[in-house]
């Protein structure tokens, strides 16, 4: 990236944000899925935690092939086919997955449901891998991180409304849905997504993205950590690689086991979707209010829109809801929690390590608090997980690649294989719901937060060690 690029160039960041919107969108709605499946398809809780588990693995499973592949003709694919080009190769494979649902539905099997699924996330692993480092490309060096950072915020707003529409479409009317659901409605709402997936792969082909934008090689920050060959000698990738696993992990079987707790409140199947999404909200809100910097390099305007933000984003929830006919009245209180986040985030000063840190044992603390008390004390604990994993990935990303200089994308490609988490603990999570009860199990996630939180007080003696320290955390979202 030459030195001339000083501004976000915003009619190629605002196209790029339309995959970053569809991750969050299918990801959510995944949670749907499961207790449709679990419902249809008389499964076992760890059972319907195989959608989480096909969609998540399609990481790796992506990352691996890129790997291979790249090995094997010996030149980056990415390189190769050029960043545009690979993205509306991403969404063409991901509307391939979107297909499969119907011929699934047709034959009423589980296994073909999940690899369409698995199709599509192997088509998203792709994306990911190319739009991360797009969209630092678009403008300058200094605010990378702010657009990835609002791209995150993005992709929460797909996780929001993903759970509402697609409820919608599966159960139909909101205000008298049917819980004698055929499993052939799953088929209209993917051929659309489907036909959106093709769609914004010609516009984006089309679009003015660069094909082979320019990219900064960073230097090492110190001279007290000498190069290595590889990125996996770098302690604080090795470990950060476990906490991105860990952390993507609890974030997502959070969500996906809500359903099965709602379900065990006597909650009926189509009425968890506000749930999820408030659950997945929580992530646009804490993610809106690490976006500022992108807007303002004013300090004392920043700190009026980290407390503005993160209520504008509760707006847009309680505003969706309301259009689709959902009653907000019981989520008004959630307000108080955001206050929680706000402090929290003032209270880090921007540090990743303490951010990771503070949000980590936060984490925990509302975990401890859902499995031990009932009702919407226990609903509302369970959900604000979100608002505390909402800095954890930019977080993770920094501390995890600082230092590795020249070495910096393989780490990153090692970072974004861990995000297999999300089906791994997902189904260890349902499958100890099925000895000691789902609410007891979320005793999972609580583990999963003491790791991170071990990891933000290590990584920062590794880093000092190396002479590396953090006033800014960057990054976005996965």
Request: hydrophobic share 50%.
């Amino acid at each position: 990236m030459s030195s001339s690029n000083t501004q976000t160039r915003w009619g190629q960041f605002i196209p790029l944000v339309t995959v970053f919107f569809f991750w969050g969108f299918v990801a959510a709605s995944n949670d749907i899925l499961i207790p449709v499946f679990e419902d249809k398809f008389d499964l076992e809780p760890w059972q319907s935690q195989m959608v989480s588990f096909a969609f998540y693995i399609a990481y790796t499973v992506g990352s691996l092939l890129y790997i291979a592949i790249s090995s094997i003709t010996k030149r980056d694919i990415v390189e190769r086919l050029g960043y545009k080009n690979s993205l509306s190769l991403g969404l063409t494979i991901s509307a391939v997955g979107a297909v499969l649902f119907y011929p699934a539905a047709e034959m009423n099997s589980f296994p073909l449901m999940l690899t369409g699924l698995f199709v599509v996330a192997l088509g998203f692993s792709l994306q990911q891998t190319v739009a991360n480092p797009l969209a630092i490309a678009l403008g300058p060096i200094q605010t990378g991180s702010q657009r990835l950072t609002l791209a995150g915020g993005i992709n929460n707003f797909g996780t929001t409304i993903g759970p509402l529409l697609v409820s919608l479409a599966i159960f139909g009317s909101v205000s008298a849905p049917s819980e004698n659901v055929d499993i052939n409605t799953v088929k209209v709402p993917y051929l659309i997504l489907a036909g959106v997936f093709l769609l914004v792969a010609i516009f984006l082909k089309l679009s003015s993205l660069p094909n082979h934008p320019e990219t900064i090689e960073e230097d090492v920050v110190s001279d007290a950590a000498p190069a290595k060959k590889s990125a996996l000698q770098y302690p604080q990738l090795l470990m950060g690689m476990f906490a991105i696993f860990l952390y993507v992990g609890v974030e997502v079987s959070t969500a996906s086991n809500l359903p099965a707790y709602l379900k065990e409140l006597g909650f009926a199947t189509s009425s968890v979707a506000p749930y999820v999404s408030l659950y997945w909200a929580s992530l646009m809100i804490g993610r809106w209010g690490g976006a500022v910097e992108a807007f303002t390099n004013d300090v004392s305007l920043q700190k009026i829109l980290k407390i503005v933000a993160p209520y504008l984003a509760f707006g847009v929830f309680l505003g969706v809801n309301t259009l689709i006919g959902h009653d907000v009245a019981p989520f008004y209180i959630y307000a108080a929690i955001i206050v929680v986040l706000i402090v929290a985030d003032f209270a880090s000063k921007g540090n990743p390590a303490t951010m990771l840190m503070f949000f980590s044992i936060l984490g925990i603390i509302a975990l401890i608090i859902g499995m031990l008390t009932e009702g919407n004390v226990s609903i509302f604990a369970f959900t604000s997980v979100g608002l505390f994993c909402s800095t954890l990935w930019p977080c993770i990303f920094t501390l995890a690649v600082s230092g590795l200089g020249k070495q910096t994308t393989q780490g990153s490609t090692f970072l974004i294989m861990m995000i297999m988490g999300g089906g791994f603990i997902s189904i260890a999570q349902g499958y100890l719901a099925g000895i000691i009860g789902m609410q007891a199990s979320y005793i999972v996630g609580v583990v999963c937060f003491a790791y991170l939180a071990f990891y933000a007080i290590t990584v920062k003696g590794i880093l000092t060690k190396q002479g590396i320290n953090f006033d800014k955390v960057s990054g976005g979202g996965h």
